[in-house]
């Protein structure tokens, strides 16, 4: 997908539900204003990051990121409330050691 694309997109305000799987990227998709979004699925796009804006999102039931380059899990992630977290999927991710004992420190913490 060509950076255009994806600036154009992340426009797209109103949006509920966006499936970009199996979509080579090239770049970290922006969410940041798609205030609407209930699902998100990235998985398999070779994304090496969480998408761009995702704390913001208040409606989100569904974000699947598994099966792509993710290693490095951002600090936000382990601060948010259980029922934000439970709804991301990052599965089939090489996942540094360091993020994640954060993740296994956050989910002992808030029961998962």
Same mark, same amino acid.
Do not use: C
């Given at each position: 997908?060509? %950076?255009?694309?994806?600036?154009?997109?992340?426009?797209?305000?109103? +949006?509920?539900?966006?499936?970009?799987? %199996?979509?080579? +990227?090239?770049?970290?998709?922006?969410?940041?204003?798609?205030?609407? +979004? &209930?699902?998100?699925?990235?998985?398999? &796009?070779?994304? &090496?990051?969480?998408?761009?804006?995702?704390?913001? +999102?208040?409606?989100?039931?569904?974000?699947?990121?598994?099966?792509?380059?993710?290693?490095?899990?951002?600090?936000?992630?382990?601060?948010?409330?259980?029922?934000?977290?439970? &709804?991301?999927?990052?599965?089939?991710?090489?996942?540094?050691?360091?993020?994640?004992?954060?993740?296994?420190?956050?989910?002992?913490?808030?029961?998962?």
């Amino acid at each position: 997908m060509t %950076e255009q694309a994806l600036v154009k997109l992340s426009r797209m305000r109103n +949006l509920q539900s966006l499936d970009l799987s %199996e979509n080579p +990227l090239g770049a970290t998709v922006d969410v940041s204003e798609m205030f609407e +979004l &209930t699902d998100l699925s990235v998985r398999n &796009t070779r994304t &090496t990051e969480l998408p761009k804006g995702l704390d913001r +999102l208040p409606h989100l039931d569904r974000v699947d990121l598994r099966d792509n380059d993710i290693r490095d899990l951002p600090q936000w992630l382990f601060e948010t409330p259980r029922r934000f977290s439970e &709804t991301i999927n990052l599965r089939n991710n090489p996942i540094s050691d360091l993020s994640s004992t954060h993740l296994d420190n956050y989910r002992k913490k808030v029961g998962i």
